[in-house]
């Protein structure tokens, strides 16, 4: 019998925490976060959840495709528990996560992770396609009072999460290199 050292089954664990478990955990915080009520009460201040984990999957992720994956399950599972602000509110995690897809997917910006946390702010804009659709298409012209400040917070807010998701790819590097 053949025992591997300490070091590859080790190695094994931490690639699948890292391909796996950490991805899968990111789309149920997300899919939970959007019920909870956070009273902070700025516009995007709610991104500072979902986006955060989504840049954080999409920078230590091997696969750029699992990005992807946890925008579409955490959209899903959203719509599922009819939780959040509505079922087309839910969209916003699927847009941001095929935005970092197309992101993570060059090769220059692999290699300059800042550049993802960076792209986070605007990326983050996302959030308001439904909101400003809904008020265009439905003549709620009152809706549309203040977007830019609301686009305003969601940049910056967005910013913040980029350099959150940064942080915690920057972690997970050091906890669980890559092979």
Known sequence: MTVLPWAARNSTGLALAREVVFP?????????????????????????????????VALTARRPQTVLAVGAASTAATVLMQSGPGPWASARYLGAAALLYLLTTSPAVRSRRWLV???????????????????????????????????????????????????????????????
């Open 24 to 56: 899968a955990a990111a789309a149920a915080v997300i899919a939970i976060s959007a019920d909870v009520r956070m009273p902070l009460g700025l516009p995007g201040h709610r991104g500072l959840v979902w986006l955060t984990l989504l840049v954080a």
């Open 117 to 179: 946390a960076l792209a986070a702010a605007p990326i983050h804009l996302v959030a308001l396609v439904i909101p400003i659709a809904t008020a265009l298409i439905g003549s709620y012209h009152f809706a549309m009072v203040g977007i830019g400040d609301k686009a305003l917070f969601h940049l910056g807010f967005g910013l913040v999460a980029g350099m959150l998701g940064l942080a915690t790819a920057t972690i997970i590097d050091r906890a669980a290199p890559s092979g």
